[in-house]
């Protein structure tokens, strides 16, 4: 299983909400290396993983409804088993 530092989650409204944005540096992290991944997201279900230079380093962004279904974390960790994707709140 692959896993992110700890990241920013950002809030974009707008943004649909079985998507999710992060930078390339990120979806290297977790194995992730073409632009766009269709995945299992714990706790979402079927979610689209976006990697865009435009996303800030070291984040990922989320739809607002999903921000708040995941207790509004500032930061997370994002681990990935090949097929199912993992949002995890730290402290940090």
Do not use: Q
Not at 26 to 55: I, P, S
């Amino acid at each position: 299983m692959k896993s992110t530092e700890p990241l920013r989650a950002l809030c974009k409204p707008g943004l649909a909400a079985n998507r999710i944005n992060m930078h390339p540096n990120e979806g290297f992290d977790l194995g992730l290396m073409t632009t766009r991944h269709e995945v299992e997201v714990e706790g979402l279900g079927k979610a689209e993983v976006w990697l865009l230079n435009d996303c800030p380093k070291e984040s990922f962004e989320l739809n607002p409804g999903v921000w708040e279904r995941y207790g509004k974390p500032m930061r997370a960790v994002l681990t990935f088993d090949g097929a199912k994707l993992r949002i995890e709140a730290c402290g940090l």
